[in-house]
């Protein structure tokens, strides 16, 4: 069965950087399109980053451009999110999800980014 | 970008009975394709989201039935023919046409 595991969230100082791993098992990783997208404590969700299933295409939300960089590793099944500058405002739970072609299909459990000093 | 509009954003229902949640885009949501790529997603307290509609009215696969969607260019809604207990929870429009994504504010259902 399909299954994405996020790791990497913790507590960061403003300013500092985080990478976000998601290990991804039960699918044909190289063949799909992968996402991040975050949730603000007691919050809505966010749109983060899009990558294509070779890498050679990404996008990034507006308030994360510049900051963040998504990558993915085919071999490993795997997919990371860089995070830079970290401000209070990224404090989230960060979840990688699955696009199926139409929109994401299957999502992690997520995890925990807090940028507090 | 696309603004997604939904109402009501609290709903408190009775169990057995219907709801409908109403999404709203700021703009067309039929892509160059031809498609329209507005989805539906449930988030039960704790839980990840769980998609249940996409491309509109495309039930996911373990979906109960009692989940419809309909709509088309920029108004949509979600019914639910007999609310259950689980169904509790935030629900969330999202359309994945123009990027950025963007998601609605989110519905939070409810039992009375």
């Known amino acids: 069965q399909v299954q994405l595991v996020e790791s990497g969230g913790g507590l960061v100082k403003p300013g500092g950087s985080l990478r976000l791993s998601c290990a991804a098992s039960?699918?044909?990783?190289?063949?799909?399109?992968m996402n991040w997208a975050r949730q603000a404590p007691g919050k809505g969700l966010e749109w983060v980053s899009y990558?294509?299933?070779?890498?050679?295409?990404?996008y990034y939300a507006d308030s994360v451009k510049g900051r963040f960089t998504i990558s993915r590793d085919n071999a490993k099944n795997s997919l990371y999110l860089q995070m830079n500058s970290l401000r209070a405002e990224d404090t989230a739970v960060y979840y990688c999800?699955?696009?199926?072609?139409?929109?994401?299909?299957?999502w992690g459990q997520g995890t925990l980014v807090t940028v507090s000093s | 970008d696309v603004v997604m509009t939904q109402s009501p954003l609290s709903l408190p229902v009775t169990l057995g009975q219907p709801a409908s949640i109403s999404c709203r885009s700021s703009?067309?949501?039929?892509?160059?394709?031809?498609?329209?790529?507005l989805n539906w997603f449930q988030q039960r307290p704790g839980q990840s989201p769980r998609r249940l509609i996409y491309?509109?009215?495309n039930r996911d696969s373990g979906v109960p039935d009692r989940f419809s969607g309909s709509g088309s260019g920029t108004d949509f809604t979600l019914k639910i023919s007999r609310v259950e207990a689980e169904d509790v929870g935030t629900y969330y429009c999202?359309?994945?046409?123009?990027?950025?994504?963007?998601f609605g504010q989110g519905t939070k259902v409810e039992i009375k």
């Open positions: 999202m359309q994945g046409t123009q990027w950025p994504w963007t």
């Open positions: 703009q067309s949501l039929v892509h160059n394709s031809g498609n329209t790529y």
């Open positions: 990558i294509s299933s070779s890498g050679s295409a990404t």
């Open positions: 999800a699955r696009d199926d072609g139409s929109s994401t299909d299957y």
């Open positions: 039960g699918f044909t990783f190289s063949d799909f399109y």
């Open positions: 491309r509109v009215s």
